[in-house]
């Protein structure tokens, strides 16, 4: 399977941007889709994971309530709605795919295949 994200550019604090992760080879409705994030110097880290169907989502706590994580499977696209945006969300954005598991995993060993990163810099 491949992924491709795009949608990160440099945008102001408060502001919104959606991400989007395209899926190649294989159909998208064999993986569990997930979103991490990693700071420039900081380890990867969750963002954000969504289950099979769509039906059940997961989302760290510092994005929680402001992010919003979808998948449209007949398209086989996965996406990461973020709204008031900070300073402090600024970093390379990777989707991931995770196969053989109905649960969404939260750590980077979790998911097998990753796409390239997409920039997201929040800046005044």
């Known amino acids: 399977v491949q992924l491709a994200e795009s949608g990160g550019e440099l945008v102001q604090p408060g502001a919104s941007l959606r991400l989007s992760c395209a899926v190649s080879e294989r159909p998208i409705t064999w993986y569990i889709m997930a979103w991490f994030r990693q700071p420039s110097g900081k380890d990867r880290e969750f963002v954000a994971g969504i289950n099979l169907d769509g039906g059940t989502t997961s989302y760290s706590d510092s994005v929680k309530g402001r992010f919003r994580i979808s998948r449209d499977n007949a398209g086989n696209m996965a996406y990461l709605q973020m709204d008031s945006l900070k300073s402090e969300d600024t970093a390379i954005y990777y989707c991931?795919?995770?196969?053989?598991?109905?649960?969404?995993?939260?750590?980077?060993?979790?998911?097998?295949?990753w796409g390239q990163g997409t920039q997201v810099a929040v800046s005044s």
């Open positions: 991931a795919a995770q196969a053989g598991t109905p649960l969404i995993g939260e750590t980077p060993a979790e998911y097998h295949f």
